[in-house]
């Protein structure tokens, strides 16, 4: 079999796969009443008609290139970590937390040690599950979602509590929300007059410095070695545990940075629904990233893309914000039923006899 | 109050909330047992409890009565049986990584139920449920009437599902089959058992009690749908196969243990012991992980959890 039948095998596979799932999403779409084509067009070009809409797409990759980052770092690790969602919120918490705090301090230290703790607070976050699953064997897929819901709790309960705005009190609203953070502690804006802010340059920084960790560096090896194969890790003593609690710490680490990047670049306060799920959303795009820096960044892009134009259909149409799950579940299922078949050797040469049936002496077995 | 009407108070509430959870976790000991970790038995959840909450929403003012509501749990049963059919799809035929692939039907169901929510319904709107049915002469023994008799029949139902669950698991050749193929697919290949298909089988039976469980919650525990109606019970109840060691009873004894916690949260409040609200709602979720980190598997669970069967392979 040659190069260019397995390139045009893999194409078609996705290509199957990616028409799958437009077709569950239309399915639904129809079930509410909604044309699925319209709603395609407006999510796929509505963000791109003016300068703002291309820049919030960029906004809302920022968060989505960091946890994809540290999701990608898990997942090569052979740890599932899904809980993003909650490290995001405590990064949050710390961020905000340390702004208000010490808002007198000078910019050049009030910043990065905004971004450390928030960083801080996700790695340890993430770091429980990662302990959990070294020393007690638990199944990190579930302590990392039951850690969401405890995140959650614990992110209204401070914005409610001990971190609520003084003012929201005095007027008796209480909506739940801190202080505006001090301005020294603002990312600043790149394009006056938009929301995007310098955290892209950081998430495009630390994309190349992943993957000089993953792919330069010892460390990385023995991560990426404790992921493909703990056995034969292990037997070349490599300590799989240690790689293990290393990787959840780096992916919550990445998912508190994003936080921090998020509350510091974009909202400026704690404040509810901050996440809007990127914690899922990252591992959609890390997942369609290859799980590689070089295909996240995109990715994320493409997804920022898809979450600006979903927000654009709920606003013209009335389609319910929920979509956006239907749309993320079925891209997952998808990508994974896809990336067994394009693997899988058997499959690829019953494919290809498939198609010398049908094209007798063809291109499919040379 | 006395130590006796606590505890009343307490068991009497916390039984019938354990029934979706005891409902989801059969059906997901099924699936491990027959070697396929559902994580997605959140999104079944989520869409059972929808669909199975549409009937009598959509009939509230008719005369239909407790017809809807049947009628709700076996549309509940057959979403779930059809969304085990499609995680078979991906997982078994197609041979996908079980734990993303669960992720990603978790976020399917809770987003096409909350989708659909929001179109046919719009807000939280209750219905009348499902009524208690205390069971003559029984119901009325002091203290274990209230405790065990005096609930709504799909309460009775479920826990009559537990011994019959043991008995479908252990006592009949479809059951053995399950075991066999969740233990060592390539053993069962040789013996002329069709692995995907018991697979797909155990898939359809786990996914319709999802459903079911998820119709519970919607139709006799909250009597109202929103969007996190299930808010990680699907999560929650894989976990308890876990800690019940697939077993029903074990599985049982989980589904009881969380939903004490859950009353006693609940009656704490009632009684007018004062803690902050968020974390009496964090407590089941810290169950959770202290519950995994102790049962650490002394009995190992099925040998070939988690690993898709391929004939192709030789190993």
């Known amino acids: ?5 397995r390139a045009f095998y893999a194409a078609a596979v996705i290509a199957v796969a990616a028409l799958a799932a437009a077709t569950v999403v239309a399915l639904v779409l129809e079930a509410i009443g909604a044309s699925p084509w319209a709603t395609f067009r407006v999510i796929l070009t509505g963000p791109l008609q003016d300068r703002f809409g291309i820049t919030e797409i960029l906004v809302r990759s920022v968060p989505l290139i960091l946890v994809a980052l540290g999701v990608a770092i898990s997942f090569r690790s052979g740890i599932l970590n899904i809980g993003a969602e909650g490290q995001i919120l405590i990064g949050i918490l710390c961020a905000t937390g340390v702004a208000l705090a010490v808002p007198e301090w000078p910019r050049p230290v009030l910043l990065p040690l905004c971004l450390v703790a928030g960083a801080l607070g996700g790695a340890l976050w993430g770091g429980i599950a990662g302990v959990l699953r070294a020393k007690l064997d638990v199944n990190e897929i579930l302590s990392t979602v039951m850690l969401n819901y405890i995140a959650a709790q614990l992110y209204t309960f401070m914005l409610r509590g001990p971190l609520i705005d003084p003012a929201e009190l005095m007027t008796g609203s209480g909506t739940p929300q801190s202080m505006r953070l001090p301005r020294s502690a603002w990312l600043e804006r790149l394009v006056p007059g938009t929301r995007l802010h310098s955290g892209l340059l950081l998430a495009l920084v630390l994309a190349g410095l992943v993957w000089v960790l993953l792919w330069r560096t010892t460390l990385g090896f ?25 990787a959840m710490l780096l992916a919550g680490g990445f998912a508190g940075l994003a936080g921090a990047v998020e509350v510091l670049g974009v909202h400026h306060r704690a ?34 893309l898809l979450l600006v134009g979903a927000d654009m259909t709920q606003r013209s149409a009335g389609i319910p914000a929920n979509m956006v799950l239907v749309l993320q579940g079925a891209i997952i299922l998808a990508i994974v039923s896809a990336r067994m078949y394009v693997d899988d050797p058997y499959a690829r040469q019953r494919a290809a006899r498939l198609l010398g049936r049908f094209l007798p002496g063809g291109k499919a077995g040379a | 109050m006395t130590l006796g009407q606590m505890a009343y108070d307490i068991l009497s509430l916390g039984v019938p909330f354990s029934v979706a959870l005891l409902l989801a976790a059969l059906g997901e000991m099924f699936n491990q047992r027959a070697g396929v970790f559902n994580l997605g038995c959140e999104g079944i959840m989520s869409l059972g409890a929808f669909v199975g909450f549409l009937p009598a929403y959509l009939a509230r003012s008719g005369s239909l009565g407790p017809w809807a509501d049947l009628l709700g749990f076996a549309l509940a049963a057959v ?3 059809l969304l085990g059919l499609l995680f078979g799809l991906v997982t078994v035929t197609f041979r996908a990584p079980q734990g993303i692939a669960g992720i990603g039907l978790a976020m399917l169901g809770t987003g096409v139920a909350g989708t659909l929510f929001r179109h046919e319904i719009g807000g939280v709107t209750g219905v009348e449920g499902v009524a208690n049915l205390p069971i003559p002469g029984l119901s009325r023994i002091p203290f274990l009437g209230g405790v065990l008799f005096n609930h709504n029949p799909v309460v009775y139902v479920a826990f009559l599902l537990v011994p019959a669950s043991g008995y479908l698991l252990h006592r009949t050749s479809w059951g053995l089959r399950v075991r066999a193929v969740g233990t060592h697919p390539r053993a069962a290949d040789t013996l002329g058992i069709d692995v995907n298909r018991v697979r797909y089988q155990a898939l359809m039976l786990g996914g319709a009690l999802g459903g079911m469980g998820g119709a519970y919650l919607s139709l006799c525990q909250a009597k109202m749908f929103a969007d996190d109606l299930v808010a990680g019970r699907g999560f ?9 060691r697939w077993s029903p009873w074990g599985v049982a004894a989980g589904a009881l243990l969380f939903s004490l916690a859950q009353s006693l949260q609940l009656s704490l409040q009632v009684w007018g012991i004062r803690f902050p609200y968020e974390f009496a709602v964090m407590l089941p979720y810290v169950l959770v992980i202290v519950v995994l980190a102790l049962s650490r598997s002394r009995t190992i669970g099925p040998t070939a959890l988690g690993r898709a069967f391929n004939r192709e392979m030789r190993v």
């Not at chain 1, 079999?1 to 039948?5: E, L, T």
């Not at chain 1, 990426?224 to 609690?245: P, W």
């Not at chain 1, 290859?290 to 995109?298: D, F, M, R, Y």
């Open chain 1, 1 to 5: 079999m040659g190069r260019r039948f």
């Open chain 1, 222 to 246: 023995r991560m990426r070695a404790s992921g493909a194969g703990s056995k034969a890790a292990r037997y070349a003593g490599i300590r799989v545990e240690r790689s293990l609690v290393v």
């Open chain 1, 271 to 304: 404040i509810e629904n901050i996440s809007s799920g990127y914690g899922f959303a990252a591992i959609v795009v890390a997942l369609f990233g290859g799980l590689h820096p070089a295909g996240i960044v995109p990715a994320a892009i493409f997804f920022g």
């Open chain 2, 79 to 81: 979403v779930g049986m």
């Open chain 2, 236 to 244: 929650i109840a894989v976990a308890l196969v876990y800690f019940g």
